[in-house]
C-alpha cells in the first residue's frame, strides 16, 4: 500500500490571522464538541458546565428539548424523544431491523422519517438538531466565526452513513472541513503522531467500547502519517449489553420470573448506576424491591464476562488482518465511556499483554482529536500533514458471467484513486452497463450493490477492441465517485456514488466474514464463470464467422464444427468445468481450422484487384 503525505502548501498561517475550526463527535449515546485553544484542544462546557451532550432530542409542537433536558421525557413521552439516532443514519427502512419504539415513515428503500407532534423527521434532521447545539456552544464559547469542522464517524460507516452525516452537518450550518474515522481521532488526541519515531514504524491498537457499540482498530504511524491497517467491531455490543448482564444477574438474584416495563427501566437504571461507581469504588450497594444487593468488583467483572471475551475475539481477529503479532503493538488506547469499567481496562491489558493508555477522559478523547485535526486543517498546523483513513470493504464492478473484478481493495488508505481497462464482450457493442459493487466475495450476487451507470456512444468496433478506462475515486471521506471514458473516441460517463441508504454494520460484517469464509470456494467458482465466459465468447465469434464465411466449409468440416458447437453450449449449463475445458479446447482445433480458411480468403480478396506493384509498397486493406 503506497503511502502518500497530504500536505497543504501555504497554509501555514500568521499569528495573528489564526482562524478557528471545532471537532465534533457525534455519537450514539453521546455528542461534544472540542476546539484547540491557545495551542491546546479542549473539550466545550455549555452553561452548566456540561461537556457531555446526551444524542436525545424531544420534538414538541412548540419548543424542543435537548440533551439532558430531553431525558425526562424518555419515560413520558417516548415516542417523541429520539434517542440513537446515529443507528438510522444513512439505512433504509428495510436495513432498520433491530428493535425501537418508533413509528417510522415511508418506503422501504427510502431513508425513514419519524413520525413526531413536530412532522416527520429524517435523522439527518435529527442529527441536525444536535449538531446546532454543538455549534451554538462553540460559537458562544469561542466568540468567533468558525471555520468549520471535523466530524468523527465510526471507522464501518459506509458510504451512506457518511453521506448522511456531511448531510446533517451542512443542515446545521457547518462547513465541513473533514469526516475522521473515530479511532484515528483517538490515536492523534494521544499524539502519537507526535511521539514516534519517524524513522521507525509503529502499530497501534484503538479499543472503543461505547454506549452501544464496540469498534477495534489497527493503526501505523509511518513516514509522518498514520495508515487504518485494519479495523472490525460488533453494532450490538456497548455499556448497554453491560447494563442488561447485570439485570439478569440481579433478578435471578431477587428470584423474579420476569420484571415489568417499569420494573425493568428501574432496574437498568440502577445497574448502570452501580456499574459507573464501581469504576471508582470497590463494590456497590444496589436498593431494588426493598432489597439491598452487594456487587464487588470480581462479581461484576464475572458478569460481565460473556461481553469481555467477545470483544477479546474481535481483537485477536482485527490483529490477524492486520497481519501483527502481539510484539508488533507498540501502544493500546482506550475509547468510549465503557472503557472506565477497571474489568474491561484489565481484560484489554490481559489481551495486549501491556497497560493501555487511559489518561485522557475515554469520552473526550475523540473530540479531542477531532479538534487537533480540524486546527491542522484551516491552517494552524505546525507541519501540514494529514491523516489517512481506509476503505472498509473492497470497491469493485461486474464483469462478464457476474464476476467482481476488484479495483480497491478493503483496506486501501484514502484518498485513492485506480483506473483500469475493461473491453467490449460483443462485435459492435455500443454502451456498456457499469455496476459498481462493494464486498469481499467474488460473484456479484454475493455483494452489495452501489450503483450503475452507463456508457453509451461507444463507436461500433470488434469486440475487445474498444478500450474503456474506468476510474474510481474515493476522497478523503471515503465517498466514491466512479467514471468511465472510451479512450478512442473520448466519450465519458461518470455517477458520484451517494446511495440513500447504505450497509448496515451487522452486513459489513456479514459481507468480510463470508468473504474470508467462501475464498476456496469463490475462487472455483469464479474460474467456473470466467470459463463459460471464454466458451461464450468463442461460440459468439463462431456465430459470427459462420454468419459470413459458411460456405468455405465441406460436409464433414461442418459436421464435426456443429457437433463441437452443440456439444459445448449444451456443457454450459451445467458446471462440470473440466468437461467444459475439454470442449472449448475442442470447438478449437476445428474454429482454428475454419479461421485459417477465413484468413486465406479475406487475404485473396485483399489481393484481388490491387497490382503486385502496389501490394509491395504497402500491406493496407
Ligand atoms: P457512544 O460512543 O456510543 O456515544 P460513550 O463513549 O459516551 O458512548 O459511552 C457510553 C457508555 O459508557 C454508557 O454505557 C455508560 O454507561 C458508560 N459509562 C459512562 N461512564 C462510565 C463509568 N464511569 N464506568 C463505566 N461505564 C461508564
Ligand atoms: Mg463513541
Not at 441536525?128 to 447545539?133: G, I, S, T
Not at 460559537?139 to 456531511?166: C, H, M, S, W
Not at 476510474?471 to 472510451?486: I, K, Y
Not at 461460440?539 to 463441437?564: F, I, R, S, W, Y
Amino acid at each position: 500500500m503506497a503511502l502518500l503525505q497530504i500536505a497543504e502548501p501555504g497554509q501555514s498561517t500568521e499569528p495573528h490571522q489564526h482562524r478557528v475550526a471545532i471537532g465534533i463527535d457525534l455519537g450514539t449515546t453521546h455528542s461534544l464538541v472540542a476546539a484547540v485553544r491557545s495551542g491546546e484542544a479542549k473539550v466545550l462546557q455549555d452553561e452548566q458546565n456540561r461537556v457531555l451532550l446526551p444524542s436525545i432530542v424531544h420534538y414538541t409542537n412548540a419548543v424542543h428539548h435537548y440533551g439532558d433536558e430531553a431525558k425526562s421525557f424518555l419515560l413520558t413521552d417516548p415516542k417523541n424523544t429520539i434517542v440513537s439516532v446515529k443507528r438510522f443514519m444513512g439505512r433504509s427502512k428495510a436495513d432498520i431491523k433491530f428493535q425501537h419504539p418508533y413509528e417510522l415513515l415511508g418506503s422501504d428503500r427510502e431513508m425513514p422519517s419519524f413520525q413526531t407532534t413536530a412532522g416527520a423527521k429524517t435523522p439527518v434532521e435529527i442529527s441536525a438538531d444536535l449538531l446546532k447545539q454543538l455549534k451554538e456552544r462553540a460559537e458562544k464559547t469561542l466568540e468567533n466565526n468558525i471555520q468549520g469542522a471535523v466530524i468523527t464517524v465510526p471507522a464501518y460507516f459506509d458510504e451512506a452513513q457518511r453521506q448522511a452525516t456531511r448531510d446533517a452537518a451542512e443542515l446545521a450550518g457547518l462547513n465541513v472541513l473533514r469526516l475522521l474515522n473515530e479511532p484515528t481521532a483517538a490515536a492523534v488526541a494521544y499524539g502519537l503522531d507526535q511521539a514516534s519515531n519517524l524513522a521507525i514504524d509503529q502499530n497501534y491498537v484503538i479499543y472503543d467500547l461505547g454506549g452501544g457499540t464496540f469498534d477495534v482498530s489497527v493503526l501505523r504511524f509511518s513516514q509522518g502519517v498514520f495508515e487504518v491497517l485494519a479495523t472490525g467491531g460488533h453494532t450490538a455490543l456497548g455499556g448497554d449489553d453491560l447494563d442488561r448482564l447485570i439485570v439478569k444477574w440481579l433478578k435471578q438474584l431477587l428470584n423474579l420470573e420476569s420484571l415489568s416495563d417499569e420494573q425493568y427501566a428501574h432496574f437498568i437504571l440502577a445497574a448502570k448506576l452501580a456499574k459507573e461507581q464501581l469504576s471508582n469504588e470497590q463494590s456497590v450497594q444496589i436498593s431494588l424491591e426493598d432489597q439491598q444487593i452487594y456487587l464487588d468488583r470480581p462479581t461484576f467483572e464475572n458478569i460481565i464476562q460473556i461481553a469481555l471475551d467477545r470483544t477479546i475475539q474481535v481483537c485477536k481477529r482485527v490483529l490477524r488482518d492486520a497481519k501483527l503479532s502481539l510484539n508488533d503493538i507498540k501502544n493500546v488506547v482506550l475509547v468510549g465511556g465503557s472503557t472506565r469499567s477497571y474489568a474491561v481496562q484489565q481484560a484489554v491489558a490481559n489481551v495486549f499483554e501491556q497497560e493501555p493508555l487511559c489518561t485522557i477522559n475515554p469520552d473526550e478523547v475523540v473530540a479531542i482529536g477531532a479538534a487537533i485535526t480540524a486546527n491542522q486543517l484551516v491552517g494552524n498546523s505546525k507541519d501540514g500533514s494529514l491523516l489517512l483513513d481506509v476503505t472498509p470493504l473492497s470497491l469493485g464492478l461486474e464483469t462478464m458471467g457476474g464476476l467482481v473484478e476488484r479495483l480497491v481493495s478493503r483496506n486501501t488508505a484514502i484518498p485513492v484513486a485506480r483506473r483500469q481497462e475493461f473491453t467490449t464482450y460483443k462485435d459492435g457493442q455500443t454502451a456498456m452497463l457499469i455496476h459498481v459493487v462493494q464486498g469481499e466475495r467474488d460473484l456479484v450476487e454475493h455483494c452489495r450493490s452501489l450503483g450503475r451507470f452507463v456508457l453509451h456512444g461507444i463507436p461500433p468496433m470488434t469486440a475487445g477492441q474498444a478500450r474503456i478506462e474506468v476510474t474510481f475515486q474515493v476522497d478523503a471521506d471515503g465517498l466514491l465517485s466512479v467514471s468511465a471514458q472510451e479512450t478512442t473516441s473520448g466519450v465519458q460517463a461518470k455517477i458520484d456514488i451517494k446511495p440513500s441508504y447504505g450497509l448496515s454494520d451487522a452486513d459489513m460484517e456479514r459481507l468480510l466474514v463470508e468473504g474470508f469464509q467462501h475464498a476456496e470456494e469463490d475462487k472455483n467458482l469464479r474460474h467456473l464463470q470466467e470459463t463459460k465466459v471464454e466458451a461464450q465468447r468463442e461460440l459468439e465469434a463462431l456465430t459470427q464467422a459462420l454468419h459470413v464465411d459458411a460456405d468455405l466449409l465441406n460436409g464433414n468440416q461442418k459436421d464435426h464444427l456443429e457437433k463441437a458447437r452443440y456439444t459445448l453450449s449444451e456443457l454450459l449449463k451445467g458446471s462440470d468445468i473440466k468437461s467444459i475445458e475439454s470442449a472449448i479446447k475442442r470447438l478449437k482445433t476445428y474454429s482454428d481450422e475454419f479461421a485459417a480458411m477465413r484468413m486465406n480468403r479475406h487475404i485473396d480478396k485483399a489481393l484481388s484487384g490491387t497490382k503486385l506493384d502496389d501490394w509491395s509498397n504497402s500491406s493496407s486493406e
